[in-house]
Protein backbone atom coordinates (compact mmCIF):
# COMPACT_ATOMS: atom_id res chain seq x y z
CA UNK A 1 0.00 0.00 0.00
CA UNK A 2 1.09 3.60 -0.86
CA UNK A 3 0.72 6.17 1.34
CA UNK A 4 0.70 9.95 0.11
CA UNK A 5 2.79 11.75 2.44
CA UNK A 6 2.96 14.99 1.02
CA UNK A 7 -0.02 16.60 0.49
CA UNK A 8 0.58 18.69 -2.33
CA UNK A 9 1.17 15.23 -3.80
CA UNK A 10 -1.16 12.61 -5.48
CA UNK A 11 -0.96 8.65 -6.27
CA UNK A 12 -1.72 7.85 -9.47
CA UNK A 13 -1.04 4.57 -11.82
CA UNK A 14 -0.16 3.86 -15.34
CA UNK A 15 -1.32 1.04 -17.20
CA UNK A 16 -0.18 -0.48 -20.05
CA UNK A 17 -0.18 -4.33 -21.44
CA UNK A 18 1.05 -5.98 -24.52
CA UNK A 19 0.13 -9.70 -25.24
CA UNK A 20 2.39 -10.65 -23.17
CA UNK A 21 2.30 -9.13 -20.08
CA UNK A 22 0.89 -6.22 -18.25
CA UNK A 23 2.16 -3.97 -15.79
CA UNK A 24 0.96 -1.00 -13.81
CA UNK A 25 3.27 1.99 -12.12
CA UNK A 26 2.73 3.68 -9.10
CA UNK A 27 3.91 7.06 -9.11
CA UNK A 28 3.57 10.28 -6.87
CA UNK A 29 3.21 13.44 -8.98
CA UNK A 30 2.07 17.07 -8.13
CA UNK A 31 -1.78 17.31 -7.57
CA UNK A 32 -1.81 19.67 -10.83
CA UNK A 33 0.38 17.13 -12.95
CA UNK A 34 -1.69 16.00 -16.30
CA UNK A 35 -1.91 12.75 -17.61
CA UNK A 36 1.60 13.08 -19.93
CA UNK A 37 3.56 14.41 -16.77
CA UNK A 38 1.97 11.40 -15.34
CA UNK A 39 3.16 9.04 -17.93
CA UNK A 40 6.98 10.30 -18.40
CA UNK A 41 7.21 10.47 -14.41
CA UNK A 42 6.84 6.41 -14.58
CA UNK A 43 9.32 5.47 -16.78
CA UNK A 44 7.36 3.54 -18.80
CA UNK A 45 8.48 5.00 -22.25
CA UNK A 46 11.67 4.40 -21.40
CA UNK A 47 10.59 0.54 -20.98
CA UNK A 48 8.28 0.34 -23.68
CA UNK A 49 9.88 2.30 -26.61
CA UNK A 50 7.00 1.14 -29.01
CA UNK A 51 4.62 3.63 -27.15
CA UNK A 52 4.17 6.82 -28.90
CA UNK A 53 1.80 9.40 -27.27
CA UNK A 54 1.14 11.23 -30.35
CA UNK A 55 -0.52 7.96 -31.87
CA UNK A 56 -1.59 5.94 -28.75
CA UNK A 57 -4.83 6.67 -27.15
CA UNK A 58 -5.19 7.16 -23.59
CA UNK A 59 -7.37 6.81 -20.58
CA UNK A 60 -8.70 7.08 -16.99
CA UNK A 61 -10.28 4.08 -16.05
CA UNK A 62 -11.38 2.74 -19.42
CA UNK A 63 -12.30 6.94 -20.39
CA UNK A 64 -10.58 8.15 -23.23
CA UNK A 65 -8.40 10.91 -21.78
CA UNK A 66 -6.49 13.83 -23.68
CA UNK A 67 -2.77 14.05 -22.85
CA UNK A 68 -3.18 17.47 -20.65
CA UNK A 69 -6.16 16.46 -18.68
CA UNK A 70 -5.91 16.32 -15.08
CA UNK A 71 -4.94 13.86 -12.40
CA UNK A 72 -7.12 13.47 -8.90
CA UNK A 73 -5.66 11.11 -6.60
CA UNK A 74 -5.98 7.39 -7.38
CA UNK A 75 -6.59 7.92 -11.18
CA UNK A 76 -5.72 5.04 -12.93
CA UNK A 77 -4.07 5.94 -16.23
CA UNK A 78 -4.67 3.20 -19.00
CA UNK A 79 -2.21 3.61 -22.09
CA UNK A 80 -3.90 1.99 -25.37
CA UNK A 81 -2.46 0.08 -28.38
CA UNK A 82 -4.17 -0.88 -31.55
CA UNK A 83 -6.14 -4.48 -31.74
CA UNK A 84 -4.43 -7.42 -33.22
CA UNK A 85 -7.62 -8.86 -34.46
CA UNK A 86 -10.85 -7.29 -34.79
CA UNK A 87 -12.86 -8.64 -31.70
CA UNK A 88 -16.23 -8.66 -34.00
CA UNK A 89 -14.34 -10.37 -36.74
CA UNK A 90 -12.73 -13.32 -34.73
CA UNK A 91 -16.47 -13.55 -32.67
CA UNK A 92 -18.18 -13.89 -36.73
CA UNK A 93 -15.67 -16.83 -37.51
CA UNK A 94 -15.57 -18.62 -34.18
CA UNK A 95 -19.16 -18.73 -34.98
CA UNK A 96 -19.42 -19.57 -38.57
CA UNK A 97 -17.12 -22.33 -37.28
CA UNK A 98 -19.40 -23.62 -34.77
CA UNK A 99 -22.25 -23.80 -37.07
CA UNK A 100 -19.88 -25.90 -39.79
CA UNK A 101 -19.27 -28.75 -36.62
CA UNK A 102 -22.65 -28.97 -35.97
CA UNK A 103 -23.62 -29.55 -39.14
CA UNK A 104 -20.75 -32.56 -39.33
CA UNK A 105 -21.66 -33.47 -36.52
Do not use: C, W
Not at 20 to 26: G, K, L, R
Not at 41 to 58: F, Q, R, T, W
Not at 88 to 97: G, I, L, N, S, Y
Amino acid sequence: MVVNKNPRQIIVEVAYATPASQVIYTVEVDENATVEDAISASGILDEYPEIDLSINKVGIFSKLAKLDQSLQHKDRIEIYRKLIADPKAVRKQRAAEGKKMKKGT
